[in-house]
């Protein structure tokens, strides 16, 4: 059975994309910061459509510097991760995710939608981004219509600052 670890999976990108990934049949470690109640959510959703979770795990969630320089070092540590497990047949993505409505920074996009037309304009499909739309992709990573995907960072923008 394939598994995949989630993190954040109690609201948002992370939620959606361990909803969507449990929906393709696969097993799921759900990990958050401080929100039981909506990785308990994302759980019994999964529940709901008849998946099953590996586990429930309270994580750590670093200030923005060190998010930002996370996330720069999660494209390097992607590729190199695909090259040393890929004789065992483990392929390693990341996604990019642009923009997105989610609860980051207090939940910023709620509290100051007048943010929201300036992004929107910057970004090519003009909106800005759901959880959906970039779970669906993280999904999609896993399936079997990608397994000649590996090493690779795909950014989920809508087409950001072209």
């Given at each position: 059975?394939?598994?995949?670890?989630?993190?954040?999976?109690?609201?948002?990108?992370?939620?959606?994309?361990?909803?969507?990934?449990?929906?393709?049949?696969?097993?799921?470690?759900?990990?958050y910061h401080g929100n039981q109640a909506?990785?308990?959510?994302?759980?019994?959703?999964?529940?709901?459509?008849?998946?099953?979770?590996?586990?429930?795990?309270s994580g750590m969630e670093p200030g923005y510097s060190a998010y930002g320089t996370m996330k720069g070092g999660l494209v390097v540590l992607t590729r190199y991760l695909a090259k040393e497990l890929s004789?065992?047949?483990?392929?390693?993505?990341?996604?990019?995710?642009?923009?997105?409505?989610?609860?980051?920074?207090?939940?910023?996009?709620?509290?100051f939608p007048e943010v929201i037309p300036g992004i929107a304009a910057k970004t090519a499909l003009g909106r800005l981004g759901e959880p959906d739309d970039i779970g669906m992709v993280v999904a999609a990573l896993l399936s079997a219509e990608c397994h000649w995907i590996t090493a690779q960072d795909v950014e989920v923008s809508g087409g950001y600052n072209l």
């Open positions: 059975m394939q598994i995949a670890i989630v993190t954040g999976a109690s609201s948002g990108i992370g939620q959606s994309s361990a909803v969507q990934i449990a929906r393709r049949g696969a097993g799921v470690i759900l990990t909506g990785a308990l959510e994302t759980a019994a959703m999964i529940d709901k459509e008849g998946g099953s979770n590996a586990a429930l795990r004789t065992r047949g483990i392929r390693v993505n990341s996604v990019s995710p642009g923009s997105t409505r989610t609860r980051i920074a207090d939940n910023a996009f709620e509290r």
